[in-house]
């Protein structure tokens, strides 16, 4: 009866489960965290770290979406 | 002539079926977002319905047989499916009323076995496919979801704690109406398949549609994602209360986590082959959003509840899909046994709800949650 367990796919799923969670949260917490610092940077009329900062929020945004992304495709990859 | 009303009983049972699914299931997607304010509740439920509905369109992949490489696919007649719809309907009634998170899928195949098992004992039943379908993913779920979401908002927590709170609460809802929106299309996806596989396979069996495994017709596909789209949009108040508030206080960072970690893990498994109940996932992922923080935050007794309820789904869907089978026969093989049973769930269904609305909207409506 144990045979009918698909055990790889199982432990795949413990170690890639969290993977794709600490993605998806480190981006949306570098968007925030690049949002913030870019508007205060700018408010305190610092060019540079307002940029870099700035940059930060895009990348995030940009792994972010990816992930979305790849959600929509896993969903779609089932039709 | 016979057929044809047993068909369409059993059409019409099946979308009662998907409409308290959706019903059941909405909190999986929105409570979270409703507890911490990033969308007002008729927004939140009406973005879910809206996206529980395209979500049927986006995979028409429908499961040839009900509980498949569970129960022997030789015995399933449309009266053993009509019987499961009735022990699956019953235990979401139920585990609605309570205000308990419970998986639908659980809940009809168990209410197959039953009736299966009434239809033909216990050789009717595979043990293997319970163990692999049932049993392994309602313990794996709940684990890793919890793990993943405990993680996630230590993760949160440590990235953006030195910042102002309230760009970051403001941040944090906005993330959370995406995940909002990918669990909803994603639930769409995978639970208006079910409906569409039972009316599909009710159709061959009454010789209304020919082929071994036939796509679905179009009415087929749009009144299952109707049903679970208004199910969706009915808002089950009582278990949103529960997931949104009663399990843990929620931040919007712990918002986030709990869907994020939830839908990951669903769409992982997905991925892999190994689908998860979206209910056990997401309970896990509101767990462990709230123990990672402290563990006391998180109401252990409730907790013990759920898991109850997730224990008792499948006996207790299966007894009443089995006690649905023996009825029916009573009455032969003719439709008079499920318009019967059908009649009396429905006036059952009345004095219930009548009785509920009596107490007063707020057990029933938004504002409860």
């Not at chain 2, 929620?250 to 190994?274: E, I, K, R, S, Y």
Request: with cysteine; charged share 10%; aromatic share 6%.
């Amino acid at each position: 009866m144990i045979a009918a367990i698909d055990i790889d796919a199982l432990l795949e799923l413990v170690w890639a489960a969290p993977l794709a969670v600490l993605v998806v949260t480190v981006a949306w917490a570098l968007v925030i965290r690049g949002t913030t610092g870019a508007l205060e940077a700018r408010r305190d009329r610092r060019a540079i770290p307002a940029a870099r900062s700035a940059f930060v929020a895009l990348a995030g945004a940009v792994l972010f979406a990816m992930a979305l992304a790849f959600g929509l495709l896993i969903m779609l990859s089932k039709s | 002539m016979e057929s044809d009303i047993i068909l369409v009983i059993v059409v019409v049972t099946a979308l009662a079926f998907d409409f308290t699914n959706g019903f059941h299931d909405t909190a999986n997607s929105v409570a979270t977002s409703i507890s911490t304010r990033a969308l007002a509740p008729k927004t939140a439920v009406g973005l879910a319905a809206i996206l529980n509905f395209a979500g049927a369109f986006i995979s028409l992949k429908v499961a040839a047989t009900i509980a498949g490489g569970i129960v022997d696919a030789q015995i399933v007649t449309p009266t053993v499916i009509f019987a499961g719809l009735i022990g699956a309907i019953f235990w979401n009634l139920l585990t609605w009323y309570f205000g308990l998170p419970s998986s639908s899928s659980h809940a009809l195949i168990g209410g197959v076995v039953g009736a299966a098992f009434a239809a033909a004992g216990a050789g009717a039943i595979k043990g293997a496919g319970l163990l692999e379908k049932v049993i392994v993913p309602a313990l794996v779920a709940p684990v890793v979801a919890f793990l993943a979401a405990g993680m996630a908002i230590l993760i949160a927590y440590r990235m953006v704690g030195g910042l102002h709170p309230g760009p970051v609460n403001r941040g944090y809802r906005l993330g959370q109406i995406a995940s909002l929106s990918l669990l909803s299309l994603s639930h769409g996806t995978n639970d208006a398949q079910k409906t569409m596989g039972i009316i599909t396979l009710a159709l061959i069996a009454n010789g209304s549609l020919a082929g071994a495994s036939p796509d679905p017709p179009l009415w087929v596909i749009v009144s299952a994602a109707s049903a679970i789209a208004l199910g969706t949009y009915s808002g089950g108040w009582r278990i949103i209360r529960t997931m949104g508030s009663r399990i843990i206080k929620m931040d919007p960072a712990q918002g986030f986590a709990a869907q994020t970690g939830g839908a990951a893990v669903l769409l992982t498994a997905a991925h892999l082959g190994f689908p998860l109940s979206t209910t056990h996932s997401i309970t896990g992922a509101v767990l462990g959003a709230g123990a990672a923080k402290r563990l006391s935050a998180v109401r252990w007794g409730l907790a013990g509840n759920i898991f109850l309820a997730w224990v008792l789904t499948l006996p207790c869907a299966a007894a009443v899909g089995a006690l649905t089978f023996g009825v029916t026969n009573v009455f032969g093989d003719g439709a008079l046994g499920p318009l019967l049973v059908s009649g009396a769930l429905l006036a059952l269904m009345g004095v219930v709800f009548g009785k509920r609305l009596q107490r007063g909207p707020a057990l029933t409506t938004a504002g409860s949650a």
